[in-house]
């Protein structure tokens, strides 16, 4: 159909582009109005790009609604690149976007948003009649516009009321929703400072149950000590009276023979007189027994002073035993102690890690963008949080409130704010049989991106290989990462969300350097975090990393980045895992492992396969894995440093160097409790 003019509306100003038309049509300008245009069949694109290439004016009719509407940014581009004069009639008093201002600057504006609307259309007639040409005509009356017109003054002012009203409601569920989340928040506080009670309560018996068991081996040992003292005095004495009885009896024998001695007289003896023979041998006899008790006195004293000094030496080396096995029983203790508490140490690290990058992340998001910069808020403004982030500026914050969005987000080349209400009310998840990520940030040089679950189906398959450079997706995967982050990226943060059921991996990091803190990452089908690409070197700190499919982190292509204070639990392999076979021939930077708690994961803690320079592992806790607590497979010399680990209570080794050269393996790595090897596995 020819026609004068086309009008460009937003769908949700429709009552006034029918106005527009009756008036226009009204004084035989034809108009062309979408949809009522459009030949039932025809594609709806390629009608409005004729339709606009066949008007001699373009009627835009500016509003709240157009000015955040792309499709109206296409048509007015449409309507300058084919110069279709535009006449823009504003029926709201708002300033219009930077790309719809750059297409207007030089346009003049009608301002018809004072009312009533009826004498703004009329000068709209006019000034479209300059444009098109031919006579003026006097404008008839139009029953059927004005009360449309009527009807659409008391629906806007009822709008305003309700939108006042609403907004007055929205302030309100703001508030409770504040106080909901700062109550849940001290809930989850209380919650973990209860457990953390427990498990201090429960460590704490723990070592008092050592100490009684340490005290009951050395009370039986002073025991046993003791009875063998009295035991060995018991035969002391029974030895001294043997002895004694045995002295008594060559005594008494002595007497006899002195005695029938005495009883022989000799031949002096004969010729004496009887009164002094009998005198002389009283007072001999008397000296003999003297004499005989002397020697059984000194003997007697001898006996004792020995007895004595022998037990003064039995006690001596009994106290020296009972002091030794005390001071070797501390020994041994001690280092168990010490372990125990560097574990704690390394694990409540890490929990409060956790607990204040959360609160961090939370006073974050809500932090206000200062001008120019705006808030586009989901669904309040925009319907799908795509249409906000096509419609932000760089600096500009795109704000969900709680619900799930059936999408799948792309950030390409954008510095924006994504801000959920919280990763436990806000959820971006993949259409179901979509093979697309949740969150795809392409060229992200900076943002910030907090308060979200992203989550997929978990569907079947298997980790891309091939890469489309423009999106940073395998070509022909059959998963994708729940999230991916592709090129420059360095200054883009990820906290305080949640990254689960995705059939592949839950965070892609390729050739980029995001900071992921924070997160809680469950539940995929792969591995938690993958990082590849020489490019790439994430922080990746305080994050909570379980039940994934194999690794919780994985390092491959010869990426490096710092992993620091993260739990890594119930992981199907690794809980971190390290692969720099690419850094073969571009030797950079490797990633550094420190204070990670790497938990009853399906194979090792960590695992270590490096063809160059690896980095630094130190101060991890690995316990209670399926294979070793940190295993090394080093093809090349070598000069990490692997100290102040912790490996205990393992399937297999402690440390396995399955071949290891030139690395620095510490003095200050403490094992306990392990399976083949206990300690370390030498190189095999």
């Not at 750059?102 to 703004?120: C, G, I, T």
């Not at 404008?139 to 009527?150: C, D, M, N």
């Not at 060559?250 to 005695?259: G, H, I, M, S, Y």
């Not at 990426?559 to 993260?566: D, S």
Request: proline share 4%.
């Amino acid at each position: 159909m020819a026609h004068d003019v086309f009008v460009s509306h937003s769908s949700k100003d429709k009552p006034t582009a029918d106005a527009v038309c009756a008036v226009l049509e009204s004084q035989g300008i034809r108009c062309w109005v979408a949809p009522r245009d459009i030949i039932p069949g025809r594609e709806w694109g390629a009608s409005i790009v004729e339709a606009i290439k066949g008007a001699k004016v373009m009627v835009l009719i500016f509003s709240a609604h157009a000015n955040s509407s792309p499709q109206i940014n296409k048509e007015v581009e449409r309507a300058i690149n084919k110069g279709v004069p535009v006449i823009p009639m504003r029926i709201e008093d708002i300033v219009p976007t930077e790309s719809l201002e750059y297409f207007l600057s030089s346009n003049h504006w009608l301002d018809a948003f004072s009312p009533p609307l009826e004498k703004h259309l009329q000068r709209l007639a006019q000034n479209v009649r300059q444009f098109i040409g031919g006579p003026a005509r006097e404008v008839l009356p139009i029953p059927v516009a004005e009360h449309e017109l009527r009807e659409k003054a008391e629906a806007e002012k009822l709008a305003e009321e309700k939108r006042q009203l609403d907004q007055v409601k929205h302030q309100l569920e703001e508030q409770r929703r504040l106080m909901a989340a700062e109550k849940k928040k001290a809930d989850e506080a209380a919650t973990l400072a209860e457990n953390r009670k427990k498990v201090e309560i429960a460590e704490a018996a723990r070592l008092a149950e050592g100490k009684r068991e340490a005290a009951e081996t050395m009370e039986k040992t002073r025991r046993a000590e003791a009875e063998r003292r009295a035991a060995e005095i018991v035969e002391r004495e029974r030895i001294a009276k043997v002895t004694a009885a045995e002295i008594a009896r060559a005594a008494e024998e002595k007497r006899k023979a002195v005695e029938v001695a005495g009883d022989m007289p000799s031949t002096e003896t004969k010729h004496k007189k009887p009164e002094a023979s009998g005198a002389a041998a009283s007072s001999k006899e008397r000296n003999r027994r003297m004499a005989v008790a002397g020697s059984l006195l000194a003997i007697v004293i001898t006996l004792l002073a020995w007895m004595f000094i022998q037990q003064e030496q039995q006690q001596a080396k009994t106290d020296a035993l009972v002091a030794q096995a005390a001071k070797q029983q501390a020994a041994a203790q001690q280092p168990i102690i010490a372990e125990e508490q560097r574990a704690a140490k390394i694990e409540k690290e890490a929990a409060d890690g956790i607990r204040t990058a959360q609160a961090k992340a939370g006073q974050e998001r809500l932090a206000k963008p200062t001008d120019p910069y705006k808030i586009l808020s989901v669904p309040d403004q925009y319907n799908t949080i795509q249409s906000a982030v096509d419609a932000a500026n760089n600096g500009d914050t795109v704000q969900v409130k709680a619900g799930t969005y059936s999408e799948s987000l792309l950030i390409r080349q954008k510095e924006i704010r994504l801000i959920g209400e919280g990763k436990d009310v806000v959820t971006v998840q993949v259409p179901a049989a979509q093979v697309k990520p949740a969150l795809n940030c392409v060229g992200m040089k900076t943002g910030f991106i907090s308060g979200i679950t992203f989550e997929q189906d978990n569907a079947a398959g298997v980790m891309h290989f091939e890469l489309d450079k423009s999106t940073g997706i395998g070509v022909g995967a059959t998963t994708v990462p729940v999230v991916n982050f592709y090129e420059d990226g360095n200054a883009v943060e990820m906290a305080d969300c949640r990254i689960q059921m995705g059939g592949g991996v839950g965070i892609g990091v390729n050739d980029c350097s995001p900071k992921i803190t924070a997160c809680v990452i469950q539940k995929n089908g792969s591995e938690g975090i993958n990082v590849s690409g020489t490019n790439a070197a994430p922080g990746i700190i305080y994050n909570d990393i379980r039940v994934n499919g194999s690794e919780g982190i994985e390092f491959i292509g010869g990426a490096a980045g710092k992993t620091e204070k993260n739990v890594c639990e119930n992981n199907g392999t690794y809980g971190i895992y390290e692969d720099s076979y690419v850094r073969e021939t571009n030797s950079g930077p490797a990633p550094i492992l420190e204070a990670n708690l790497c938990r009853s994961n399906g194979a090792s803690g960590i695992g270590l396969d490096a063809y160059v320079t690896m980095g630094d592992v130190e101060q991890n806790l690995c316990e209670n894995n399926k294979k070793d607590g940190i295993n090394i497979d080093s093809h090349v010399d070598n000069h990490a440093i692997i100290d102040f680990n912790i490996c205990r209570d393992n399937l297999e080794c402690g440390i396995d160097l399955y071949s290891a050269k030139n690395l620095k393996i510490g003095d200050n790595n403490q094992f306990g409790g392990n399976g083949a090897g206990d300690k370390m596995m030498p190189p095999h």
